[in-house]
């Protein structure tokens, strides 16, 4: 079997946190042997909308990944940009069988958001390139199998 070929889509609104996310999920996908392509958007909410393109094209990819950070603020967008993107990326992944790793962070605070993204911390980058991973890896062990 060939490397995998991966799909990264980063959420910059906090650039900083997506910086970490980033290094995290390339880390390990080089890690890996995998190859991939990165490409971003402005924020978590064009998430979904930029993996929908995506799904759209003839272009292969074996798994995607998913970054961005959402921070609590005093309103109630938080609540609207978290739960949407995660139900429209939940939705894509089930409705396509995607060896998807969400790695967009929904946080109360800034430093959570640092602690959670920094390669030398939580690493959650890492943790959804190797959920991706993992879901390639499954992918031909439940091929056929109908129960």
């Known amino acids: 079997m060939s490397a995998p070929h991966i799909l990264i889509i ?3 609104f906090y650039g900083e946190i997506a910086d970490m996310l980033a290094n995290g999920a390339t880390a390990a996908l080089n ?4 190859t991939y392509e990165r490409y971003q958007v402005p924020g978590v909410l064009e998430v979904p ?4 393109m995506a799904l759209a094209r003839e272009k292969h990819f074996d798994g995607y990944v998913l970054l961005g950070c959402v921070i609590r603020g005093e309103t109630s967008h938080y609540d609207i940009v978290a ?5 429209a990326v939940m939705d894509f992944g089930v409705e396509h069988a995607l060896a998807l790793g969400n ?4 946080v109360e605070t800034g ?3 640092i602690v959670r993204a920094d390669p030398k911390q939580k690493n959650k980058g890492a943790d959804a390139a190797n959920a991706a991973l993992s879901l390639i890896a ?7 199998s109908n129960g």
């Open 10 to 12: 980063e959420a910059r």
């Open 31 to 34: 890690a890996a042997g995998a």
């Open 49 to 52: 909308l930029a993996l929908s």
């Open 83 to 87: 739960n949407e993107s995660a139900r």
């Open 103 to 106: 790695g967009i962070l929904t």
């Open 111 to 113: 430093e959570q958001a």
């Open 138 to 144: 499954l992918r031909p062990k439940l091929a056929g």
